[in-house]
């Protein structure tokens, strides 16, 4: 829609976003980072193949963390790799 905007515009606006906490920076070993509108803590599945990421609940899993070791998890990264349904298809064929 804007494709005369700049990038370092793109980037300082999504550092501001970030620090307002409006989007959450993930760091992609490998490839360029991403932004995520989802800033609630939560994993991901990326597909190692297309590279397609999805949100990934992780309530249960982080009580059970917080269980065995006794203390609260104040914050993590989670990235599942996988194939997506799409490519797990695509690879039978």
């Given at each position: 829609?804007?494709?005369?905007?700049?990038?370092?515009?793109?980037?300082?606006?999504?550092?501001?976003?970030?620090?307002?906490g409006e989007?959450?920076?993930?760091?992609?070993?490998g490839g360029?980072?991403?932004?995520?509108?989802?800033?609630?803590?939560?994993?991901?599945?990326?597909?190692?193949?297309?590279?397609?990421?999805?949100?990934?609940?992780?309530?249960?899993?982080?009580?059970?963390?917080?269980?065995?070791?006794?203390?609260?998890?104040?914050?993590?990264?989670?990235?599942?790799?996988?194939?997506?349904?799409?490519?797990?298809?695509?690879?039978?064929?």
């Open positions: 829609q804007m494709p005369h905007i700049a990038r370092g515009t793109v980037y300082r606006n999504l550092k501001m976003m970030e620090r307002d989007v959450a920076h993930l760091e992609m070993a360029p980072d991403r932004y995520d509108c989802n800033p609630v803590p939560h994993g991901h599945l990326l597909c190692d193949s297309c590279g397609e990421l999805s949100d990934l609940p992780v309530v249960g899993l982080m009580r059970e963390v917080e269980a065995a070791i006794g203390t609260e998890v104040r914050g993590y990264t989670l990235t599942i790799h996988y194939l997506c349904p799409k490519c797990r298809a695509k690879n039978a064929q």
